[in-house]
């Protein structure tokens, strides 16, 4: 019976959304989900860092921060309102670059309905639902929103996650983009997990991009866990000549 609000509430946002997406812009946050939410009452605060050593030296669209040498990130504020629900605040989105400096790149509400408990679950599911308000350099549409259903399994020490998100910038349904996310993960020890993960670019659902064309990125993922910080460091490799070459993540976490 604990699963009927979390459908009730994703089904009427999924109503809501019906729209689309256009050209990916940098991205600030790069991670796989897997339905793990703040208790509630809890509030967690969560410090994404992502630095791209070697990537396009070319903007995806005229004014648009440049890949190559750029520090994107952003604060996210979360709060367990409910077992199968969590609210989050991203704020701000921020880029650092040696040719413009500082930017400040916007905001974005969450909402993140999952089952309750997935840890202890072999079989765990949720769906988010992002809703961002962009500076002009940071994507082309002002208002953006993601769609990022969550499918997942444990089986013994192994981790397999999927995330298949599509992207939404209120263009049409033929323009939503497939950009899907994939984690498979081994726990070492009660404070190390390994992983690899992927993050890719599609292009339109309607007519996905030319293979050479679409982006492709493979992370080697270490995380740890402590009793007061967990952490989730990678380092991702571009897998196709779209693809940003070298891209380190840095995640903290952390219950306040």
């Avoid at 992002?130 to 549409?141: G, K, L």
Wanted: net charge negative; hydrophobic share 40%.
């Amino acid at each position: 019976m604990k699963s009927i609000p979390f459908l009730r509430s994703s089904a009427a946002i999924l109503l809501w959304l019906g729209c689309a997406c256009l050209s990916r812009a940098q991205t600030d946050e790069i991670q796989v989900y897997d339905a793990e939410i703040a208790a509630p009452g809890v509030f967690n605060l969560t410090w994404h860092n992502n630095y791209t050593f070697s990537g396009s030296d070319t903007p995806s669209f005229p004014g648009a921060v440049v890949p190559d040498k750029s520090l994107n990130g952003v604060t996210e504020w979360a709060y367990g309102v409910a077992p199968w629900f969590e609210a989050g605040l991203y704020f701000p989105l921020y880029s650092l670059t040696g040719d413009n400096g500082v930017l400040y790149n916007g905001f974005k509400l969450r909402a993140l309905f999952v089952s309750p408990d997935a840890a202890k679950r072999d079989v765990f599911y949720g769906v988010n639902f992002e809703f961002s308000d962009n500076t002009a350099h940071w994507n082309q549409r002002r208002y953006t929103s993601e769609i990022r259903p969550i499918i997942g399994t444990h089986v013994g020490r192994f981790d397999f996650i999927f995330n298949p998100i599509v992207d939404n910038s209120y263009t049409g349904f033929s323009n939503l983009e497939f950009v899907p996310a994939t984690r498979v993960a081994m726990k070492v020890s009660d404070t190390y997990k390994v992983a690899l993960e992927e993050y890719d670019d599609f292009g339109r659902v309607s007519h996905f991009l030319p293979q050479a064309k679409q982006s492709h990125q493979l992370y080697s993922v270490l995380d740890i866990h402590t009793a007061w910080l967990d952490l989730e460091g990678g380092l991702g490799f571009g897998l196709t000549s779209a693809s940003d070459h070298r891209v380190f993540k840095l995640i903290l976490m952390k219950d306040l």
